[in-house]
Protein backbone atom coordinates (compact mmCIF):
# COMPACT_ATOMS: atom_id res chain seq x y z
CA UNK A 1 0.00 0.00 0.00
CA UNK A 2 2.95 2.51 0.69
CA UNK A 3 4.78 1.87 -2.58
CA UNK A 4 1.36 2.44 -4.64
CA UNK A 5 0.67 5.57 -2.78
CA UNK A 6 4.12 6.93 -3.39
CA UNK A 7 3.52 5.69 -6.93
CA UNK A 8 0.32 7.93 -7.19
CA UNK A 9 2.27 10.68 -5.78
CA UNK A 10 4.97 10.51 -7.69
CA UNK A 11 7.38 10.27 -4.46
CA UNK A 12 9.39 6.77 -4.59
CA UNK A 13 11.89 6.64 -1.87
CA UNK A 14 14.92 4.63 -3.13
CA UNK A 15 13.94 2.01 -0.78
CA UNK A 16 10.77 1.35 -2.71
CA UNK A 17 12.53 1.75 -6.02
CA UNK A 18 14.50 -1.39 -4.67
CA UNK A 19 11.54 -3.12 -3.57
CA UNK A 20 9.83 -2.79 -6.59
CA UNK A 21 12.88 -3.76 -8.60
CA UNK A 22 13.21 -7.19 -6.22
CA UNK A 23 9.37 -8.14 -7.22
CA UNK A 24 10.22 -7.60 -10.84
CA UNK A 25 13.57 -9.41 -10.52
CA UNK A 26 11.85 -12.29 -8.98
CA UNK A 27 9.13 -12.15 -11.34
CA UNK A 28 11.57 -12.55 -14.23
CA UNK A 29 13.35 -15.65 -12.72
CA UNK A 30 10.32 -17.49 -12.45
CA UNK A 31 9.31 -16.53 -15.81
CA UNK A 32 12.69 -18.09 -17.06
CA UNK A 33 11.73 -21.00 -15.19
CA UNK A 34 8.03 -21.30 -16.57
CA UNK A 35 9.82 -20.76 -20.14
CA UNK A 36 12.34 -23.31 -20.27
CA UNK A 37 10.02 -25.59 -18.61
CA UNK A 38 7.53 -25.27 -21.68
CA UNK A 39 10.32 -25.20 -24.29
CA UNK A 40 12.38 -27.90 -23.09
CA UNK A 41 9.75 -30.48 -21.89
CA UNK A 42 10.23 -32.76 -18.75
CA UNK A 43 13.45 -34.71 -19.29
CA UNK A 44 15.48 -31.87 -20.76
CA UNK A 45 13.98 -29.48 -18.08
CA UNK A 46 15.23 -32.13 -15.42
CA UNK A 47 18.94 -30.68 -16.53
CA UNK A 48 18.14 -27.10 -16.42
CA UNK A 49 16.53 -27.59 -13.42
CA UNK A 50 20.06 -28.96 -11.96
CA UNK A 51 21.64 -25.71 -13.24
CA UNK A 52 19.13 -23.53 -12.00
CA UNK A 53 19.14 -25.38 -8.82
CA UNK A 54 23.07 -25.07 -8.66
CA UNK A 55 22.85 -21.22 -9.32
CA UNK A 56 20.30 -20.99 -6.30
CA UNK A 57 23.03 -23.19 -3.80
CA UNK A 58 25.40 -20.67 -5.29
CA UNK A 59 23.81 -17.66 -4.49
CA UNK A 60 22.88 -18.66 -0.98
CA UNK A 61 26.66 -19.47 -0.33
CA UNK A 62 27.73 -15.98 -1.85
CA UNK A 63 24.79 -14.25 -0.38
CA UNK A 64 27.11 -14.88 3.56
CA UNK A 65 29.75 -12.83 1.98
CA UNK A 66 27.10 -9.96 0.89
CA UNK A 67 25.25 -9.57 3.90
CA UNK A 68 28.72 -9.16 5.70
CA UNK A 69 29.91 -6.75 3.02
CA UNK A 70 26.29 -4.67 3.58
CA UNK A 71 27.12 -4.99 7.37
CA UNK A 72 30.70 -3.62 7.52
CA UNK A 73 30.22 -1.02 5.45
CA UNK A 74 27.59 0.32 7.31
CA UNK A 75 29.72 0.54 10.27
CA UNK A 76 32.97 0.71 9.05
CA UNK A 77 34.55 4.35 7.26
CA UNK A 78 37.60 5.19 5.50
CA UNK A 79 40.91 3.73 5.77
CA UNK A 80 39.21 1.05 7.49
CA UNK A 81 36.76 0.19 4.83
CA UNK A 82 39.18 0.41 2.46
CA UNK A 83 41.39 -2.79 4.42
CA UNK A 84 38.02 -4.48 5.23
CA UNK A 85 36.54 -4.61 1.54
CA UNK A 86 39.99 -5.09 -0.21
CA UNK A 87 40.30 -8.48 2.43
CA UNK A 88 36.93 -9.21 1.60
CA UNK A 89 37.08 -9.18 -2.17
CA UNK A 90 40.65 -11.04 -1.83
CA UNK A 91 38.74 -13.62 0.45
CA UNK A 92 35.48 -14.10 -1.89
CA UNK A 93 37.39 -14.45 -5.28
CA UNK A 94 39.45 -17.20 -3.76
CA UNK A 95 36.14 -18.97 -2.18
CA UNK A 96 34.94 -18.45 -5.72
CA UNK A 97 37.93 -19.98 -7.79
CA UNK A 98 38.27 -22.73 -5.20
CA UNK A 99 34.50 -24.10 -5.77
CA UNK A 100 34.71 -23.48 -9.26
CA UNK A 101 37.85 -25.37 -9.73
CA UNK A 102 36.04 -28.53 -7.61
CA UNK A 103 33.23 -28.22 -10.24
CA UNK A 104 35.18 -27.83 -13.25
CA UNK A 105 37.18 -30.97 -11.72
CA UNK A 106 34.18 -33.08 -10.77
CA UNK A 107 32.40 -32.25 -13.82
CA UNK A 108 31.83 -35.93 -14.63
CA UNK A 109 31.42 -37.27 -11.46
CA UNK A 110 28.57 -34.68 -10.73
CA UNK A 111 27.26 -35.47 -14.31
CA UNK A 112 27.05 -39.33 -13.15
CA UNK A 113 25.47 -37.86 -9.55
CA UNK A 114 22.69 -35.94 -11.17
CA UNK A 115 22.42 -37.95 -14.32
CA UNK A 116 22.25 -35.24 -16.69
CA UNK A 117 23.30 -35.57 -20.53
CA UNK A 118 26.37 -33.66 -20.53
CA UNK A 119 29.50 -32.54 -17.78
CA UNK A 120 30.25 -29.86 -19.70
CA UNK A 121 27.29 -28.03 -18.50
CA UNK A 122 29.52 -28.07 -15.15
CA UNK A 123 32.28 -27.09 -16.54
CA UNK A 124 30.93 -24.19 -18.12
CA UNK A 125 28.92 -23.02 -15.18
CA UNK A 126 32.71 -23.39 -12.63
CA UNK A 127 34.06 -20.97 -15.06
CA UNK A 128 31.29 -18.53 -13.61
CA UNK A 129 31.62 -19.12 -9.69
CA UNK A 130 34.24 -16.72 -9.24
CA UNK A 131 32.60 -13.67 -11.10
CA UNK A 132 29.20 -14.57 -8.70
CA UNK A 133 30.85 -14.00 -6.01
CA UNK A 134 32.53 -10.63 -6.99
CA UNK A 135 29.18 -9.45 -7.55
CA UNK A 136 27.98 -10.77 -4.30
CA UNK A 137 30.74 -8.40 -2.71
CA UNK A 138 29.88 -5.73 -5.14
CA UNK A 139 26.42 -5.76 -4.21
CA UNK A 140 27.09 -5.90 -0.13
CA UNK A 141 29.02 -2.82 -0.37
CA UNK A 142 26.21 -0.54 -2.45
CA UNK A 143 23.72 -2.36 -0.27
CA UNK A 144 25.31 -1.13 2.48
CA UNK A 145 25.93 2.50 1.18
CA UNK A 146 22.36 2.34 0.61
CA UNK A 147 22.92 3.16 -3.41
CA UNK A 148 19.82 1.14 -4.16
CA UNK A 149 19.67 2.43 -7.84
CA UNK A 150 23.16 0.65 -8.72
CA UNK A 151 22.07 -1.84 -6.58
CA UNK A 152 19.06 -2.74 -8.46
CA UNK A 153 20.77 -2.18 -11.93
CA UNK A 154 23.15 -4.71 -11.05
CA UNK A 155 20.06 -7.52 -10.21
CA UNK A 156 17.95 -6.31 -13.21
CA UNK A 157 21.36 -7.26 -15.10
CA UNK A 158 21.60 -10.63 -14.20
CA UNK A 159 18.12 -11.23 -14.55
CA UNK A 160 17.59 -9.64 -17.89
CA UNK A 161 20.24 -10.81 -19.80
CA UNK A 162 20.18 -14.45 -18.31
CA UNK A 163 16.59 -14.93 -19.88
CA UNK A 164 17.64 -12.72 -23.26
CA UNK A 165 20.19 -14.79 -23.94
CA UNK A 166 19.27 -18.18 -22.63
CA UNK A 167 15.97 -17.82 -24.82
CA UNK A 168 17.52 -16.39 -27.44
CA UNK A 169 19.81 -18.74 -28.40
CA UNK A 170 17.25 -21.79 -27.96
CA UNK A 171 14.50 -19.56 -30.16
CA UNK A 172 16.80 -18.24 -32.99
CA UNK A 173 19.11 -21.32 -33.17
CA UNK A 174 17.15 -23.71 -32.55
CA UNK A 175 19.27 -25.45 -30.10
CA UNK A 176 18.18 -26.54 -26.56
CA UNK A 177 20.92 -28.07 -24.93
CA UNK A 178 22.06 -28.02 -20.98
CA UNK A 179 25.36 -26.34 -22.35
CA UNK A 180 23.27 -23.21 -23.80
CA UNK A 181 21.92 -22.94 -20.28
CA UNK A 182 24.83 -22.78 -18.61
CA UNK A 183 26.39 -20.43 -20.91
CA UNK A 184 23.39 -17.73 -20.28
CA UNK A 185 24.36 -18.36 -16.57
CA UNK A 186 28.01 -17.60 -16.95
CA UNK A 187 27.30 -14.46 -19.24
CA UNK A 188 24.72 -12.95 -16.22
CA UNK A 189 27.57 -12.91 -14.14
CA UNK A 190 29.61 -10.85 -15.92
CA UNK A 191 26.26 -8.70 -16.47
CA UNK A 192 25.48 -8.64 -13.02
CA UNK A 193 28.80 -7.22 -12.23
CA UNK A 194 27.82 -4.23 -13.43
CA UNK A 195 28.33 -1.25 -12.27
CA UNK A 196 31.27 -2.38 -10.64
CA UNK A 197 33.84 -0.54 -8.45
CA UNK A 198 36.90 -1.40 -9.98
CA UNK A 199 38.92 0.70 -7.18
CA UNK A 200 38.10 -1.86 -4.13
CA UNK A 201 39.41 -4.93 -5.65
CA UNK A 202 42.83 -4.62 -4.67
CA UNK A 203 45.15 -7.71 -4.82
CA UNK A 204 48.18 -5.68 -3.05
CA UNK A 205 49.23 -6.14 0.89
CA UNK A 206 46.16 -4.12 2.47
CA UNK A 207 46.60 -3.12 6.38
CA UNK A 208 45.29 -5.51 9.21
CA UNK A 209 42.00 -4.85 10.82
CA UNK A 210 42.12 -4.76 14.71
CA UNK A 211 41.31 -8.03 16.65
CA UNK A 212 38.33 -6.66 18.04
CA UNK A 213 36.43 -5.70 14.00
CA UNK A 214 38.34 -9.32 13.10
CA UNK A 215 36.89 -11.31 15.41
CA UNK A 216 33.16 -9.26 15.11
CA UNK A 217 33.06 -10.50 11.38
CA UNK A 218 34.42 -13.89 11.71
CA UNK A 219 31.59 -14.32 14.21
CA UNK A 220 29.04 -12.92 12.13
CA UNK A 221 29.78 -14.79 8.99
CA UNK A 222 30.13 -18.12 10.49
CA UNK A 223 26.38 -17.46 11.79
CA UNK A 224 25.22 -15.68 8.68
CA UNK A 225 27.16 -18.97 6.59
CA UNK A 226 24.97 -20.94 9.10
CA UNK A 227 22.00 -20.11 8.38
CA UNK A 228 22.25 -19.86 4.55
CA UNK A 229 23.56 -23.25 4.97
CA UNK A 230 20.12 -24.09 6.52
CA UNK A 231 18.32 -22.32 3.53
CA UNK A 232 20.17 -24.66 1.02
CA UNK A 233 19.54 -27.35 2.66
CA UNK A 234 15.75 -27.14 2.83
CA UNK A 235 15.15 -25.20 -0.46
CA UNK A 236 17.46 -27.73 -2.90
CA UNK A 237 17.61 -31.06 -1.35
CA UNK A 238 14.62 -32.39 -2.57
CA UNK A 239 15.28 -31.15 -6.56
CA UNK A 240 19.09 -32.73 -6.32
CA UNK A 241 18.29 -36.12 -4.60
CA UNK A 242 15.10 -36.61 -6.85
CA UNK A 243 17.46 -36.02 -9.93
CA UNK A 244 19.71 -39.05 -8.24
CA UNK A 245 17.36 -41.15 -7.55
CA UNK A 246 14.56 -40.82 -10.09
CA UNK A 247 14.78 -40.77 -14.30
CA UNK A 248 15.55 -37.70 -15.67
CA UNK A 249 11.43 -37.40 -17.04
CA UNK A 250 10.20 -37.88 -13.25
CA UNK A 251 12.57 -35.32 -12.43
CA UNK A 252 11.77 -32.51 -14.90
CA UNK A 253 8.05 -33.59 -13.63
CA UNK A 254 9.33 -32.95 -9.88
CA UNK A 255 10.98 -29.66 -11.04
CA UNK A 256 8.04 -27.78 -12.40
CA UNK A 257 6.16 -29.30 -9.33
CA UNK A 258 8.89 -27.45 -6.44
CA UNK A 259 8.94 -24.40 -9.10
CA UNK A 260 5.01 -23.82 -8.21
CA UNK A 261 4.95 -24.52 -5.09
CA UNK A 262 7.51 -22.55 -4.13
CA UNK A 263 5.40 -19.59 -5.22
CA UNK A 264 4.47 -19.28 -1.04
CA UNK A 265 8.30 -18.95 -0.20
CA UNK A 266 8.77 -16.10 -2.73
CA UNK A 267 5.75 -13.99 -1.52
CA UNK A 268 7.00 -15.07 2.01
CA UNK A 269 10.79 -13.37 1.70
CA UNK A 270 9.35 -10.16 0.73
CA UNK A 271 7.49 -9.93 4.33
CA UNK A 272 11.03 -11.22 5.42
CA UNK A 273 12.80 -8.14 3.87
CA UNK A 274 9.45 -5.59 5.69
CA UNK A 275 9.70 -7.80 9.24
CA UNK A 276 13.58 -7.25 10.32
CA UNK A 277 14.21 -3.47 9.87
CA UNK A 278 11.17 -3.25 11.74
CA UNK A 279 11.94 -5.48 14.31
CA UNK A 280 15.41 -3.95 14.70
CA UNK A 281 13.98 -0.44 15.07
CA UNK A 282 11.47 -1.47 17.66
CA UNK A 283 13.88 -3.12 19.74
CA UNK A 284 16.63 -0.18 19.73
CA UNK A 285 13.32 1.98 20.78
CA UNK A 286 12.38 -0.51 23.91
CA UNK A 287 9.19 -1.51 22.67
CA UNK A 288 7.85 -4.75 21.92
CA UNK A 289 8.26 -6.59 18.96
CA UNK A 290 5.57 -9.43 18.84
CA UNK A 291 2.83 -7.30 17.45
CA UNK A 292 5.22 -6.96 14.30
CA UNK A 293 5.65 -10.83 14.08
CA UNK A 294 1.87 -11.75 14.54
CA UNK A 295 1.33 -9.53 12.24
CA UNK A 296 3.65 -10.85 9.08
CA UNK A 297 2.62 -14.13 10.06
CA UNK A 298 -1.15 -13.96 9.67
CA UNK A 299 -0.53 -12.15 6.08
CA UNK A 300 1.48 -15.44 5.52
CA UNK A 301 -0.69 -17.74 6.99
CA UNK A 302 -3.45 -16.27 4.75
CA UNK A 303 -1.84 -16.14 1.77
CA UNK A 304 -0.28 -19.65 2.12
CA UNK A 305 -4.09 -21.13 3.04
CA UNK A 306 -5.35 -19.21 -0.14
CA UNK A 307 -2.94 -20.59 -2.52
CA UNK A 308 -3.35 -24.26 -1.30
CA UNK A 309 -6.75 -24.11 -1.27
CA UNK A 310 -6.28 -23.22 -5.04
CA UNK A 311 -3.74 -25.80 -5.39
CA UNK A 312 -6.68 -28.36 -3.82
CA UNK A 313 -9.44 -26.92 -6.20
CA UNK A 314 -7.67 -26.79 -9.48
CA UNK A 315 -4.25 -28.31 -10.04
CA UNK A 316 -4.81 -29.54 -13.31
CA UNK A 317 -5.39 -26.14 -14.71
CA UNK A 318 -2.58 -24.65 -13.13
CA UNK A 319 -0.24 -27.32 -14.44
CA UNK A 320 -1.64 -26.71 -17.67
CA UNK A 321 -1.58 -22.98 -17.67
CA UNK A 322 2.27 -22.64 -16.50
CA UNK A 323 3.98 -26.03 -17.72
CA UNK A 324 1.64 -27.56 -20.24
CA UNK A 325 -0.05 -30.91 -20.84
CA UNK A 326 3.06 -33.12 -20.42
CA UNK A 327 3.17 -32.01 -16.65
CA UNK A 328 -0.17 -32.83 -15.62
CA UNK A 329 0.68 -36.26 -13.66
CA UNK A 330 1.53 -33.59 -11.03
CA UNK A 331 -1.41 -32.24 -10.31
CA UNK A 332 -2.26 -34.03 -7.51
CA UNK A 333 0.91 -33.61 -5.45
CA UNK A 334 0.69 -29.72 -5.68
CA UNK A 335 -1.38 -28.72 -3.12
CA UNK A 336 0.66 -31.10 -1.03
CA UNK A 337 4.30 -29.24 -1.79
CA UNK A 338 2.36 -26.07 -1.43
CA UNK A 339 1.70 -27.38 1.96
CA UNK A 340 5.17 -28.32 2.91
CA UNK A 341 6.56 -25.05 1.51
CA UNK A 342 4.10 -23.24 3.34
CA UNK A 343 4.81 -24.55 6.66
CA UNK A 344 8.80 -23.51 5.64
CA UNK A 345 8.02 -20.07 4.78
CA UNK A 346 6.17 -19.45 8.08
CA UNK A 347 8.80 -21.30 10.27
CA UNK A 348 11.10 -19.20 8.86
CA UNK A 349 9.65 -16.08 9.50
CA UNK A 350 9.92 -16.92 13.32
CA UNK A 351 14.04 -17.61 12.77
CA UNK A 352 14.48 -14.59 11.38
CA UNK A 353 12.35 -12.59 14.09
CA UNK A 354 15.03 -14.21 16.23
CA UNK A 355 17.91 -13.34 14.00
CA UNK A 356 16.78 -9.95 14.56
CA UNK A 357 16.82 -10.40 18.10
CA UNK A 358 20.39 -11.83 18.06
CA UNK A 359 18.88 -15.43 19.11
CA UNK A 360 19.87 -18.44 16.84
CA UNK A 361 18.25 -21.16 18.16
CA UNK A 362 15.39 -21.06 16.17
CA UNK A 363 18.17 -21.31 13.34
CA UNK A 364 19.93 -24.07 14.71
CA UNK A 365 16.65 -25.96 14.83
CA UNK A 366 16.36 -24.95 11.12
CA UNK A 367 19.45 -26.93 10.25
CA UNK A 368 18.42 -29.86 12.46
CA UNK A 369 15.17 -30.40 10.44
CA UNK A 370 16.99 -29.11 7.09
CA UNK A 371 19.06 -32.40 7.60
CA UNK A 372 16.25 -34.17 8.85
CA UNK A 373 14.56 -33.63 5.60
CA UNK A 374 17.00 -34.95 3.72
CA UNK A 375 17.27 -37.95 5.51
CA UNK A 376 14.22 -39.20 5.30
CA UNK A 377 13.96 -38.71 1.50
CA UNK A 378 17.42 -40.75 1.49
CA UNK A 379 15.32 -43.69 3.21
CA UNK A 380 11.62 -43.01 2.27
CA UNK A 381 12.13 -42.22 -2.40
CA UNK A 382 9.81 -45.31 -3.72
CA UNK A 383 7.80 -42.76 -5.27
CA UNK A 384 7.45 -38.71 -5.56
CA UNK A 385 4.56 -38.70 -3.63
CA UNK A 386 6.91 -40.47 -0.50
CA UNK A 387 9.28 -37.84 -1.02
CA UNK A 388 7.15 -34.92 -0.86
CA UNK A 389 5.01 -36.85 2.34
CA UNK A 390 9.01 -37.06 3.91
CA UNK A 391 8.82 -32.90 3.23
CA UNK A 392 5.44 -32.67 4.63
CA UNK A 393 6.43 -34.39 7.62
CA UNK A 394 9.58 -32.47 8.46
CA UNK A 395 8.22 -29.54 7.63
CA UNK A 396 5.28 -29.83 9.96
CA UNK A 397 8.06 -31.00 12.79
CA UNK A 398 9.73 -27.80 12.06
CA UNK A 399 6.99 -25.37 12.66
CA UNK A 400 5.93 -27.17 15.49
CA UNK A 401 9.11 -26.95 17.10
CA UNK A 402 9.11 -23.18 16.14
CA UNK A 403 6.17 -22.47 17.66
CA UNK A 404 7.08 -24.32 20.98
CA UNK A 405 10.12 -22.43 21.36
CA UNK A 406 8.30 -18.68 20.51
CA UNK A 407 5.68 -19.77 23.24
CA UNK A 408 8.46 -20.92 26.08
CA UNK A 409 10.68 -17.47 25.06
CA UNK A 410 7.36 -15.47 25.81
CA UNK A 411 6.42 -17.20 28.89
CA UNK A 412 10.36 -16.56 29.96
CA UNK A 413 10.09 -12.93 29.29
CA UNK A 414 6.55 -12.52 31.14
CA UNK A 415 8.34 -14.15 34.14
CA UNK A 416 10.83 -11.45 34.28
CA UNK A 417 8.32 -8.69 34.06
Given at each position: ?29 Y???L ?32 L?T?KF????E??V ?22 II ?10 N ?12 G???Y????V?R ?8 Y???S?T ?9 L ?15 V ?6 L???F ?16 S?D ?7 K ?8 Y???Q???N ?17 L??S ?30 K ?12 I??I ?9 A ?14 I ?12 T????I ?17 I ?18 S ?6 M??I ?23 I
Amino acid sequence: MQVLAAIKTKKITPEQLFMISVLAVNGGNYLYNLILGRLLGPAQFADAAVLITFLLVLSFIAMTFQLVTAKFSVLFEYTVFKSFIAKVYQQALAVGILLGLLIIVFATQLQALFNTSSSSMFTIFGCGVPLYFLMSVNRGTYQGKKAYKSLSITYQAEMLSRLLITLGIILVLDIKSSWVIATGILLSFGFGLFPFKVKHLNFKKVLSLDKTYSKQIKRFFLLTAFYELTQIIINNSDILLVKHYFESYEAGLYASLALIGRIVYFIAWMFVMLLLPAVVELKKEGKETASVLFKYVVYIVAISTLIVIVCVACPEFIIKLLFGEEYITMAPLLWKYALATSMFAISNIFAYYYLSLDKYVPVIISGIFGMLQMVLVVFYHDSLDQVVHMQIIAMALLLVIQLAFFRQETRAQKSLI
